[in-house]
T-cell receptor
Framework: DTEVTQTPKHLVMGMTNKKSLKCEQHMGHRAMYWYKQKAKKPPELMFVYSYEKLSINESVPSRFSPECPNSSLLNLHLHALQPEDSALYLC?????????????FGQGTRLTVV | QQQVKQSPQSLIVQKGGISIINCAYENTAFDYFPWYQQFPGKGPALLIAIRPDVSEKKEGRFTISFNKSAKQFSLHIMDSQPGDSATYFCAATETSGSRLTFGEGTQLTVNP
């Protein structure tokens, strides 16, 4: 199983809502990532978890709150988002945090903030 | 500061032709160079990767050429097929670090 599963696939939320994005992998990978991707742009790294601990936060606004409940799950909690936060949110995992190990990406959650 | 420059932004190739995408980097500490392929509505998928100790790597119809002195690398897709139509991102990283630096992407269209 080389799959990273993200739910939901699509999400529309208002600026006052609270929602969560979920990511799951069963490859035994110890590094997990959240990326944000705008249309026709490359993915931008948001957070890196290594062995269930947050190791990198790329100065992401606090309205995005990551959580890693266990080695297979990664959540991204969303609160008070802005319309400019509308994007494709990608989860990825890799065997180790060093990036010469292949990163497997999920299909992403298409988020629209209204 | 954009550390990986990718060109062209878009590319149209006829079926059976050769697609060539170029990337240039600035950081001499980069030591791992993957290429990702992304179809609409999907996440990126690793296509092929190279380290600077070799000048070329081939996997099927996909070849990476690497020029360390020029700090450039390129992806060649031989016998391009309509199914290759996707966005391609080059990337670079220091394997001692945790961040991939992506190029801006190339939207490839292969016409039947």
């Amino acid at each position: 199983d080389t799959e990273v599963t993200q739910t939901p696939k699509h999400l529309v939320m208002g600026m006052t809502n609270k929602k969560s994005l979920k990511c799951e992998q069963h490859m035994g990978h110890r590094a997990m990532y959240w990326y944000k991707q705008k249309a026709k742009k490359p993915p931008e790294l948001m957070f890196v978890y290594s062995y269930e601990k947050l190791s990198i936060n790329e100065s992401v606004p606090s309205r995005f709150s990551p959580e890693c409940p266990n080695s297979s799950l990664l959540n991204l909690h969303l609160h008070a988002l802005q319309p400019e936060d509308s994007a494709l949110y990608l989860c990825a995992s890799s065997q180790g945090v060093h990036t010469d190990t292949e990163a497997f990406f999920g299909q992403g959650t298409r988020l629209t903030v209204v | 500061q954009q550390q990986v420059k990718q060109s062209p932004q878009s590319l149209i190739v006829q079926k059976g032709g050769i697609s060539i995408i170029n990337c240039a980097y600035e950081n001499t500490a980069f030591d791992y160079f993957p290429w990702y392929q992304q179809f609409p509505g999907k996440g990126p998928a690793l296509l092929i990767a190279i380290r600077p100790d070799v000048s070329e790597k081939k996997e099927g119809r996909f070849t990476i050429s690497f020029n360390k002195s020029a700090k450039q690398f390129s992806l060649h897709i031989m016998d391009s097929q309509p199914g290759d139509s996707a966005t391609y991102f080059c990337a670079a990283t220091e394997t001692s670090g945790s961040r991939l630096t992506f190029g801006e992407g190339t939207q490839l269209t292969v016409n039947p």
